[in-house]
């Protein structure tokens, strides 16, 4: 005997919070965070682009990685925006897929992207004499480009099993955008297979890139402690810091949601997604590019200039 089920055409989007005090204060603080995404990435693509000096590996990879936290946060921020305006915020099943497809897209090059920076990092001071020839332009294009096929496929083998699922009756997303868990749980086909892949892809992915990661910058912190200058060592480990602190709460988070399994809470995972997919994109031009000498400099150059 079949029972009546009516097919999702459109999804309804609960947002961040369902308390309405916060509703202004949150938009107006993730419209601010969401600017100073896309102006600061902007202003980093421009400065490596335009600048000479700033031809090298380091800063191409640094140019993708604002690419991509501007594709990243452009992906979720317009539409969290609006769930805080508007009393039900409606997305599209085609629309959802469509998010959901390039949110997969951008956060799995953010995890490869800073995986081949660390590697960048580890060449430049372990091996400083043959960074140029080991990280050649060659080399660092093929990286970039792995890295989007990368997200591409993960992208396409997620979006497959997920959207190829049946919604029936109940269509409101206990989250901000649409993502994986809160999707899979208003399923209502079995999602045992969708589950298994999900959480296949998302250990690999972010457990390799984070090893990447972390191994590299266990050999930085050994070369590092060789310095014989006191003052090298801490101006190298202060910079160091800083990268750590922005990578490990990105990799922590994105561990934390996507590689455990079994049941979560969707309210708690809201809290961690805004961490990773808004906070991290705003801080990195600060943390990867503005504390950094050449682009400070530049900056100061241009400023005087004006």
């Known amino acids: 005997m079949q029972t009546n089920q009516t097919t ?4 309804i989007l609960v947002g ?10 949150l938009f107006i603080f993730f419209l601010l965070v969401y600017l100073i995404t896309v102006v600061g990435n902007i202003g980093i693509i421009i400065l490596t682009i335009t600048d000479a000096k700033l031809q090298t590996p380091m800063y191409f990879f640094l140019r993708n990685l604002s690419i991509v936290d501007i594709g990243y946060s452009t992906t979720i921020g317009p539409k969290l925006l609006t769930t805080f305006l508007t009393e039900h915020s409606t997305i599209s099943f085609a629309g959802c897929a469509t998010q ?12 490869c992207i800073l995986a081949v920076m660390a590697y ?10 043959q960074y140029f020839v080991a990280m050649s332009k060659k080399l660092c294009i093929s990286f970039v480009t792995v890295v989007y096929i990368l997200g591409l496929l993960n992208a396409i083998a997620h979006s497959k099993v997920i959207f190829t ?8 997303i206990n989250h901000f955008f649409c993502d994986a868990p809160p999707l899979l749980s208003l399923s209502c086909s079995d999602t045992h297979h969708a589950h ?5 892809l998302s250990t690999f992915f972010g457990g390799t890139t984070f090893l990447t990661v972390l191994i590299s910058y266990i050999a930085i912190v050994i070369a590092i402690l060789k310095i014989s200058s006191a003052q090298g060592r801490k101006k190298a480990f202060n910079t160091c810091a800083s990268y750590l602190t922005t990578v490990s709460i990105f990799f922590g988070t994105v561990i934390s949601m996507y590689s455990r399994p079994g049941s979560k809470s969707l309210d708690k995972d809201k809290f961690i997604s805004i961490i990773y997919t808004l906070i991290i994109s705003s801080l990195n031009p600060f943390i990867y590019s503005l ?4 682009v400070s400099r530049l900056l100061d150059k241009i400023t005087l200039k004006k």
């Not at 959901?100 to 995890?111: L, S």
């Not at 699922?165 to 409101?172: G, I, K, R, V």
């Not at 298994?196 to 296949?200: D, G, K």
């Open 165 to 172: 699922l049946d919604f029936c009756n109940s269509n409101t």
């Open 100 to 111: 959901f497809f390039f949110f997969v897209i951008f956060v799995t090059a953010e995890t």
């Open 196 to 200: 298994l892949v999900h959480f296949i």
């Open 8 to 11: 999702v055409t459109e999804f």
């Open 291 to 294: 504390r950094n000498k050449d």
């Open 16 to 25: 961040f919070t369902d308390q309405p005090k916060l509703q202004i204060p």
């Open 120 to 129: 960048d990092r580890f060449i430049a001071i372990c091996y400083p004499l």
